[in-house]
């Protein structure tokens, strides 16, 4: 169409030569024309749908970031509320743990002095006892420690001399 117009055109005759380095006529704005439609052509059936490709494209990670940006900060935000809580259970369980140890070294050392007092009575009871058993069983030693010096006196002493030795009870 254009282009065939543009080829059937008369070329300059020989006998024409002018000092022009071209020679113009009707073809070059009639090419300029095809560049212009062809351009707009071109920019409406190729690069517009391209270029809005490329814009939908860049705006949809435009949004992708600042979307992403949110939840990273949103995370963050909630990591650090989780770490503390985690530090608030840690020194709460730390806390109870020392009030336990602190409540069972009481009642071990509480059990520790109702043994001790315990033991002590027990043992004052024993000592007191044994010591009333000691001081009979002396008495009873005693008292038959002085039969046995009566007995033994009597048998070796009616012979010799009749003193009598005085006895205690």
């Known amino acids: 169409m254009l282009f065939t117009s543009i080829y059937r055109t008369k070329k300059p005759r020989a006998e024409k030569i ?23 052509i071109l920019n409406k059936v190729f690069y ?21 940006s949110e939840l ?9 509320q ?12 730390h806390q109870k743990e020392n009030t336990a140890q602190e409540r069972i070294k009481q009642r ?8 001790q007092t315990k033991i002590e009575q027990f043992l004052k ?3 007191a006892n044994l010591l009333l058993e000691k001081d009979k069983n002396l008495q009873l ?6 039969n046995l010096a009566i007995n033994v ?17």
């Open 18 to 40: 002018s000092s022009h380095l071209f020679y113009f006529n009707a073809t070059l704005p009639i090419v300029a024309i095809q560049v212009l439609v062809l351009m707009s």
């Open 48 to 68: 517009k749908p391209v270029k809005e490709a490329l814009q939908n494209r860049k705006l949809t990670l435009h949004k992708t970031q600042l979307h992403i």
């Open 72 to 80: 990273m900060s949103q995370a963050n935000y909630i990591s650090k």
């Open 82 to 93: 989780n770490q503390q809580q985690l530090n608030n259970k840690k020194r709460e369980a």
């Open 108 to 115: 071990v050392s509480n059990e520790v002095k109702k043994a």
């Open 125 to 127: 009871s024993h000592k």
């Open 141 to 146: 030693l005693n008292a038959e420690a002085n």
């Open 153 to 169: 006196e009597e048998k070796l002493l009616p012979m010799t001399n009749p003193i009598k030795i005085p006895r205690t009870p």
